[in-house]
């Protein structure tokens, strides 16, 4: 285009050779020609299948704060749980605050996606700055401390961190432990959960709707210096929080449903694998009982493990975690806290922590339990993921504001 305005600002003279005339003229439908040619910007993932209306068009991903917000100025005060619950700001200037993790000396480990690019540690007493212990890696998001490392996953590999806090101004070269992750954009951040003495760790599906390859779209899990590795659950869109039942040992996650269905359409699931390689039904079925127009032809819902709940349209159903500590009310105490981080395509937002309580027949009752993060249909925060202290007391992170809420109880 730059090429053809230039054109048309240059004109000969009319007095100028016919021949000079002429091949400026073909000049110029050459230019016009390759610029007709040229393929069109290509859509970024999270755009493709919008609908081609005004109020689709407006929407896009929500992007956390460039700066953490003030602590003078968080949503803290504004949030509501049940009674005999109280929260606190726990820690504030955590930009883009993402997955919680507690080492052995009772440092707190907290991943970023992208905004941040980095792992803090805060110390669990004193005044909780972060401070930055690794910098300037992308999509640093999945973490886990396990036998005094600290194991990190980006989009393209996993690498553990030994003796991680006794090296928090200088962690050294971590030890490669897998590097053939696909990366990709779309649902490369990843999250970790060590159990049995097993890693486990997601890859998202590459798009927002598509056949993913045997690399995407699943739950994998490997040894602690990778390997064996070894798939856990198939046609998983998108997790990002995961944890194990406490009582049975058994694997429950959230997921991401696909976008642009419908504004109410499908909702996000809350899923336990009950048996080696189920399949979840993306991309032939959301929500355990919508056949997709495009992948679901010739494939039946009842062929794929149902949802053990419902979490709400676009949820963003994020960080899972049993509570294992003993503060809260015993009816709690096993029960899964789960972070709705909030819907970008939808125009209603909404976003809270559920909680949630498996029925011991394979599905779960969900309500809400910490509310006030949207304000006036505009988020104020996001919740991510969760931590639970030593003294029982539960740490949440908001990734949207950049900080750490404390959930406590104190009530009868």
Sequence with gaps: ????????????????????????????????????QQPPAEEPGWAKGRPKNEAATRMAPVPSFPIPTAADQL???????????????????????????????GTVFVSTLFVGNKVYAIAEKGDRKPKTVIDKTEFATGIEFH???????????IVRYDGIEDKLDNPGTPVVLNDKLPGGQDHSWRYLRMHGDKLYYAVGAPCNLCEPDDAHARIFRMNPDGSGIE????????????????KTGQLWFTDNGRDWLSEDLPNDELNVVTAP?????????????????????GKSCSDYVKPAALLGPHAAALGLSFYKGTMFPARYRGAMFIARHGPWNRTVKYADIAVAWPDGKGGAKVEPFMTGFVEN??????????????DGSMLVSDDHAGAIYRISYGGR
């Design 1 to 36: 285009m730059a090429m053809i305005r230039a054109l048309r600002r240059f004109r000969a003279p009319f007095s100028a050779p016919f021949s000079a005339r002429a091949a400026l003229a073909t000049l110029l439908c050459a230019a016009v020609t390759a610029w007709a």
């Design 75 to 105: 949503p803290t005060a504004r949030f509501k749980l049940p009674p005999g619950f109280k929260v606190e700001t726990w820690a504030s200037g955590v930009l883009d605050a993402r997955e919680l993790r507690q080492g052995a000396k």
């Design 147 to 157: 036998k005094g490392a600290l194991y990190l996953a980006t989009h393209k590999q």
């Design 231 to 246: 798939t856990v659950a198939r046609g998983v869109r998108n997790t990002v929080g995961f944890d194990f039942d406490p």
């Design 277 to 297: 390689n189920q399949h979840f039904g993306f991309p032939y079925c959301h929500q355990g009982n919508i056949a997709d127009s495009e992948f679901g032809w």
């Design 377 to 390: 249909n505009t988020y104020l925060g996001r919740p991510v993921d969760f931590l639970v202290l030593k």
